[in-house]
């Protein structure tokens, strides 16, 4: 099987999700629980993880 092959066979969003749209209370979930449910609380996770990953970089 080749690359194209592989990535040709991936399910759309769409075929993962379903047909129905989005209800209120679909929003990202984090793996420690919290709700992503705001711009701001979004904000502040990618802000998280990016300060995670600075320091992961750091020497030492």
Known sequence: MSRTD??????SAK???GTQPPT???????LDG??????????VFVHE???QRAADQRPG
């Not at 209120?24 to 984090?30: A, F, L, N, R, S």
């Open 34 to 43: 919290r709700r992503l449910d705001t711009p701001e609380k979004v904000i």
């Open 6 to 11: 592989f990535v040709r066979s991936w399910p």
């Open 49 to 51: 993880i990016n300060e």
């Open 15 to 17: 075929e993962i999700a």
């Open 24 to 30: 209120d209370d679909d929003v990202p979930i984090t």
